[in-house]
């Protein structure tokens, strides 16, 4: 066949219908409870299991002792499991995963991290961390509920829906625009609301005094949280978020961008260019304040250390 043969229209249509059929092979419904995103996987050939995804664990997955007992899954070594306060972190064992299917792409080899889920997000029988999609490109599309797995990668596009962001502890790390103030903070599909840290909110003006929400949880830690509406905006890219309500929170070091944002948008994750990509209906999103703040159910980030 020659080099210099051109495709006819009809295969250019041809084409274009499978790479959509291809696309479309790797999206799955995703459920949500309490914001927080869920979706059947098969391990080593058995399933569905119930995981949730979390942008904000640096590890490869979690499973619950349930499971490992289950699957008589085989140990392999232990984790250091803490959050981005670096205190009082723990030691977990490491169970090792064959194979780990989800929307008809299979990962081989994932080192999963025993924890205890949250009661209150009811069936859960682990989490998927953001590192075990290094080669794909994640969307978690909140709106439609669902989450798609691809190949190929972003393109900036000045700033407008298309950001960078670093990965510190392998966690996706953005900076906010806070007034003229700028800070820090984890794209994280497992934490909750829009929160800061305490020492940067002291900076901040507030509609009113913060008031106490309750008590916030992750893996090695436990803490008075705070909450109030912010006197001026905050932005990411294109957009803007008016006068948010927003978590203090006492301990950590960065901010945090979680599932109540996050639940205006389809978010893709491009890691090998560091590049994410936010699309929402509207361009000013509002971020009130919450009826009932729950126990934070995020996880934090394990460490894989092997002993």
Same mark, same amino acid.
């Given at each position: 066949?020659?080099?210099?043969?051109r495709?006819?229209? &009809?295969?250019?249509?041809?084409?274009?219908?499978?790479?959509?059929? /291809?696309?479309?092979?790797h999206?799955?419904?995703m459920?949500?409870?309490?914001n927080?995103?869920?979706?059947?996987?098969?391990?080593?050939?058995?399933? +569905?299991f119930?995981?949730?995804?979390?942008?904000? $664990?640096?590890g490869?997955?979690?499973?619950?002792?349930?499971?490992?007992?289950?699957?008589?899954?085989?140990?392999?070594?232990?984790?250091?499991?803490?959050?981005? /306060?670096?205190?009082?972190p723990?030691?977990? #064992?490491?169970?090792?995963?064959?194979?780990?299917?989800?929307?008809? %792409?299979e990962?081989?080899?994932?080192?999963?991290? *025993?924890?205890?889920?949250?009661?209150?997000?009811?069936?859960?029988?682990?989490?998927?961390?953001?590192v075990?999609?290094?080669?794909y =490109? @994640?969307?978690?599309?909140?709106?439609?509920?669902?989450?798609?797995?691809?190949?190929?990668?972003?393109?900036?596009?000045?700033?407008?829906?298309?950001? /960078?962001?670093?990965?510190?502890?392998? %966690? +996706?790390? %953005?900076?906010? /625009?806070?007034?003229?103030?700028?800070?820090?903070?984890?794209?994280?599909?497992?934490? =909750?609301?829009?929160?800061?840290?305490e020492?940067?909110?002291?900076?901040?003006?507030?509609?009113?005094?913060?008031?106490?929400?309750?008590?916030?949880?992750?893996?090695?830690?436990?803490?008075e949280?705070?909450?109030?509406? @912010?006197?001026?905006? %905050?932005? @990411?890219?294109?957009?803007?978020?008016?006068?948010?309500?927003?978590?203090?929170? +006492?301990?950590?070091?960065?901010?945090?961008?979680?599932?109540?944002?996050l *639940?205006?948008?389809?978010? $893709?994750?491009?890691?090998k260019?560091?590049?994410?990509?936010?699309e929402?209906?509207?361009?000013?999103?509002?971020?009130?304040?919450?009826?009932?703040?729950?126990?934070?159910? &995020?996880?934090?980030?394990?460490? #894989?250390?092997?002993?």
């Open positions: 066949m020659s080099l210099r043969a495709p006819c229209l &009809s295969c250019l249509v041809l084409l274009i219908a499978a790479i959509t059929t /291809s696309a479309q092979d999206t799955v419904p459920e949500l409870r309490h927080l995103p869920f979706v059947q996987v098969m391990v080593n050939g058995k399933g +569905p119930t995981f949730g995804i979390d942008t904000g $664990t640096g490869q997955a979690l499973v619950t002792a349930a499971l490992v007992q289950e699957l008589a899954l085989p140990i392999g070594g232990e984790a250091e499991v803490g959050d981005p /306060s670096g205190r009082n723990k030691k977990a #064992a490491i169970s090792k995963i064959a194979t780990l299917t989800l929307a008809g %792409v990962f081989k080899e994932v080192n999963a991290v *025993q924890f205890q889920p949250s009661s209150r997000e009811g069936q859960v029988d682990g989490i998927l961390g953001f075990l999609f290094r080669d =490109l @994640l969307t978690l599309d909140y709106p439609r509920q669902r989450l798609m797995l691809a190949t190929g990668a972003l393109k900036p596009d000045a700033g407008k829906t298309v950001v /960078s962001f670093t990965m510190p502890h392998d %966690v +996706p790390t %953005v900076d906010l /625009s806070v007034g003229s103030r700028t800070i820090e903070a984890h794209v994280d599909s497992r934490g =909750l609301g829009l929160s800061f840290p020492k940067f909110a002291e900076g901040l003006k507030f509609a009113s005094d913060p008031i106490v929400l309750g008590r916030g949880r992750t893996v090695s830690n436990e803490f949280i705070k909450g109030a509406q @912010l006197a001026g905006d %905050v932005r @990411l890219g294109q957009y803007t978020f008016p006068n948010p309500f927003v978590e203090i929170n +006492p301990i950590l070091p960065v901010g945090n961008f979680g599932a109540i944002p *639940q205006n948008f389809a978010v $893709t994750f491009d890691q260019n560091l590049l994410l990509r936010l929402a209906k509207d361009r000013t999103v509002v971020i009130a304040a919450p009826q009932r703040r729950p126990a934070t159910p &995020s996880q934090g980030q394990p460490t #894989a250390t092997s002993h």
